[in-house]
């Protein structure tokens, strides 16, 4: 069966035919690609047809789909069992790996998805302050925990209102968002509630927005602001940890937050996230401490094989260095294309996230985000993958490139960039 008879069927049995709403194609429409296997930078769809990927499963396939050694490394997990319910040598390792990797990192708990590692983060955050207020950017996204699906209210600093029905309006207005590299909007915020905020979370380089990079300054001032009112500064890494480098954001940055989650890389595609910071902070979670968080799956012996494997292939010399001089060519390439058809686009990329925004404005925030025209980015994804170039559903998410991604695959997305450009209408 080809995708869109698997789409007719999965839409029977699964809401919108898809496990995660991003993969329905409702941003570009049109029917989902079904995915039959993957190597490398290739995707294999039903049916057979061929795709160069620049999604990446959104961030964890750094090394390409099935790396022989990360493949290996669960094939012979999975010979010893899948999942015991007890502690295993392995999860030291990995916590061990993160703590030596991330400057800010005592002590890590490895629980399933990037969304349990931030509201447990949220938790242990608010446990330490004793206080409930959390404020995080318009644009950014944490996962999809009551407390995170929520959109901003009126003024900069009234409470927020639930932005997904199901969430309860007294879980919203415990969040406040505020506008990505605003430092005067966070300064309001703290003055006049500071007393009451447990924490700030951002992603450090945003790519739930599309990619949008942080302004000079704009992250050290949030340090420097949480530091003076008690706060807690989270950096939600599960996009960028062991992405923009091995150290992550921070290790990019120098900037030291009190708590980081992590996703994606850390588990080679498998389900693993995880959330860890200063051992005083760490101390507090159960059983060490009184705040609670628990996960039967937590530390899956196959997700933490990926994730040593992949991690240290990670650690390889010149890693990064190769990985993001590809990246730097391709957004090169991407911007000839369309300057070459006088179309008008904004791309922003940092390591090797990029985004092309289909606007003539500077992307620094979500407002300047939204200025891009979603159905023009629609209609560069098809043209794109009509020639065999799976970019993302949706304008406002990030593309990824792998190690895996050649030369001839980069030469063969510009030029596929090339006559997708041309056949759009200049702008
Ligand atoms: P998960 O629960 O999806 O593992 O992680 C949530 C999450 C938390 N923080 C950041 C910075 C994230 O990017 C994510 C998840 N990212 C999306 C891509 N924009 C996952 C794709 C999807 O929802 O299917």
Not at 8 to 32: C, D, E, K, W
Not at 134 to 141: E, P, T
């Amino acid at each position: 069966m080809d995708s869109e008879a698997w789409f007719r069927r999965a839409q029977g049995v699964i809401p919108g035919g898809v496990n995660s709403p991003v993969r329905a194609f409702r941003a570009v429409g049109g029917t989902p690609v079904f995915i039959e296997r993957a190597e490398g930078a290739l995707l294999t769809a039903a049916g057979g047809r061929r795709y160069l990927d620049y999604v990446g499963s959104w961030g964890p396939m750094i090394l390409g789909h099935a790396h022989p050694e990360v493949v290996e490394a669960v094939r012979s997990a999975a010979g010893r069992g899948t999942s015991y319910g007890a502690p295993t040598a392995d999860e030291v390792e990995l916590a061990e790996e993160i703590v030596a990797a991330l400057p800010s990192v005592d002590m890590v708990r490895l629980v399933n998805s990037g969304t349990e590692a931030v509201m447990s983060a949220l938790r242990v955050a608010r446990a330490y302050t004793g206080r409930d207020v959390v404020v995080k950017f318009a644009g950014c996204y944490h996962g999809h925990s009551d407390g995170l699906l929520v959109q901003a209210g009126s003024g900069v600093t009234t409470l927020g209102i639930p932005d997904s029905p199901g969430v309860p309006a007294a879980v919203a207005a415990l969040t406040l968002n505020l506008s990505y590299n605003a430092p005067a909007g966070v300064e309001e915020v703290f003055r006049q509630r500071g007393r009451e905020i447990a924490a700030v979370i951002v992603e450090p380089v945003v790519g739930n927005m599309g990619t949008v990079v942080p302004q000079p300054g704009f992250l050290q001032h949030l340090r420097e602001l949480t530091k003076s009112h008690g706060s807690l500064l989270i950096f939600d890494e599960v996009i960028t940890g062991f992405r923009v480098g091995y150290g992550g954001a921070q290790g990019l940055f120098g900037i030291i937050p009190d708590l980081t989650c992590l996703g994606k890389i850390i588990g080679g595609g498998l389900p693993v996230g995880a959330y860890g910071g200063r051992r005083e902070i760490m101390e507090l979670v159960a059983p060490a401490g009184p705040v609670y968080q628990a996960g039967t799956l937590s530390g899956n012996p196959l997700a933490v094989a990926a994730g040593l494997a992949t991690l240290k292939l990670l650690r390889e010399p010149g890693f990064y260095a190769r990985l993001e001089e590809k990246a730097g060519r391709l957004v090169d390439g991407l911007a000839l294309a369309a300057q070459a058809a006088g179309v008008q686009v904004r791309i922003n990329s940092f390591a090797s996230l990029f985004t092309v925004f289909f606007t003539g404005e500077p992307v620094r925030d979500y407002a300047s985000a939204k200025t891009a025209d979603p159905n023009r980015y629609a209609a560069f994804f098809h043209a794109l993958l009509r020639r065999g170039m799976y970019f993302p559903p949706a304008q406002w998410e990030a593309a990824f490139l792998s190690a895996a991604h050649t030369e001839a695959d980069l030469e063969r997305t510009a030029a596929a960039a090339r006559e997708a450009f041309a056949e759009m209408k200049p702008k």
